[in-house]
């Protein structure tokens, strides 16, 4: 069974740091890219950043360029997404995500989601 | 950045009910719209991927159709536990975008 579980939300200060982990299991976990998604109640659900099954790409929304650095770990099957410079628009929900089509950035679709991890920046 | 236009923003419809939704995307995404489901408190679940293709255990009620820039996602015979929020997204550029969701819920 496909499992992505999410580590706890946090608060944090506006321009605080914050590492968030995803830990995957039930499928072969380097064949795949993965994603972050965030979801606010006024924005909806918006692409955060995604990494090739290799670790050796990654994009990001303009929104976060600069700021946010997704990462894997192959031999932990563990995915990261570190926050840096945090302002209060950040405050979502995180998802993170496994696409449906092996080895492949695009085209794709998200078939498993984890649980979600809510993040606020606030003083 | 591909914008996704997804209408209408809610619907009430009852039990039995054909629901149909539409999303546009403002170019050309081929076939790589799929379309999600969220409940509340839940993350969202593939339902539909590249328009128009059954995710493996999802009920048939479920259709997705079109191509290009205009989509159609269809429930058949709207049941209680579809209540829910829908989400179509196109996965042929970068940056992902999804339209901005469908609420449905029942009369």
């Known amino acids: 069974e496909v499992q992505l579980v999410q580590s706890g939300g946090v608060v944090v200060q506006p321009g605080g740091s914050l590492r968030l982990s995803c830990a995957a299991s039930?499928?072969?976990?380097?064949?795949?890219?993965m994603h972050w998604v965030r979801q606010t109640p006024g924005k909806g659900l918006e692409w955060v950043s995604l990494?090739?099954?290799?670790?050796?790409?990654?994009h990001y929304a303009d929104s976060v360029q600069g700021r946010f650095t997704i990462s894997r770990d192959n031999s932990k099957n563990s995915l990261y997404l570190q926050m840096n410079s945090l302002r209060p628009e950040d405050t979502a929900f995180y998802y993170c995500?496994?696409?449906?089509?092996?080895?492949?950035?695009?085209?794709?679709?998200?078939?498993?989601w984890g649980q979600g991890a809510p993040v606020t920046v606030s003083s | 950045d591909i914008q996704m236009t997804q209408s209408p923003s809610s619907l009430s419809a009852s039990v039995g009910d054909r629901v149909t939704i539409t999303c546009e995307a403002s170019?050309?995404?081929?076939?790589?719209l799929h379309w999600y489901q969220q409940k509340p408190g839940k993350a969202p679940k593939l339902l539909i991927y590249?328009?128009?293709n059954l995710e493996t255990g999802v009920p048939s009620r479920f259709s997705g159709s079109g191509s290009g820039r205009d989509f159609t996602f269809t429930i058949s015979s709207l049941q209680p536990e579809d209540i829910a929020t829908y989400y179509c997204?196109?996965?042929?550029?970068?940056?992902?975008?999804f339209g901005g969701g469908t609420r449905v819920e029942i009369k």
């Open positions: 995500a496994k696409t449906g089509v092996k080895w492949e950035l695009l085209p794709g679709y998200f078939d498993y």
């Open positions: 039930g499928f072969t976990f380097d064949d795949y890219v």
């Open positions: 990494i090739s099954w290799d670790g050796g790409r990654t």
């Open positions: 170019q050309d995404v081929r076939n790589f």
């Open positions: 590249d328009a128009s």
């Open positions: 997204q196109q996965y042929e550029n970068l940056p992902l975008t």
